[in-house]
């Protein structure tokens, strides 16, 4: 957000055209913050994390599959893991719970 034009000249670079970067940019800046919110705070971890695996795995795969930039990929693919994870381990509004998988251990 503080380089706003910067960044989006970078997103233009990668071939998509300079009016739909802005709105592109716009829109990751959304889904960032109200993803991150409802995934940090519990209201609603499915959400959350589905908004995040919306901006992350397009982003991932535009700007990460340079062979030269794989600790950015491998770290995207970590990421988008745990979203996974919190997405099917999800209680449904609230932060993830793996009590029910210990229990089951014992």
Do not use: D, W, Y
């Amino acid at each position: 957000m503080g380089n706003f034009s910067g960044t989006a000249s970078f997103i233009a670079s990668k071939g998509i055209p300079e009016p739909l970067a802005s709105a592109l940019l716009i829109g990751a800046i959304v889904v960032l913050i109200v993803g991150s919110v409802f995934l940090v705070f519990g209201s609603n971890t499915i959400l959350g994390a589905s908004l995040l695996l919306i901006f992350l795995v397009p982003t991932t795969l535009i700007f990460h599959t340079n062979p030269l930039e794989l600790p950015q990929l491998f770290s995207n693919l970590a990421v988008i893991g745990a979203l996974i994870l919190a997405i099917t381990r999800s209680t449904g509004g609230s932060v993830p719970s793996f009590r029910s998988l210990r229990a089951r251990r014992r």
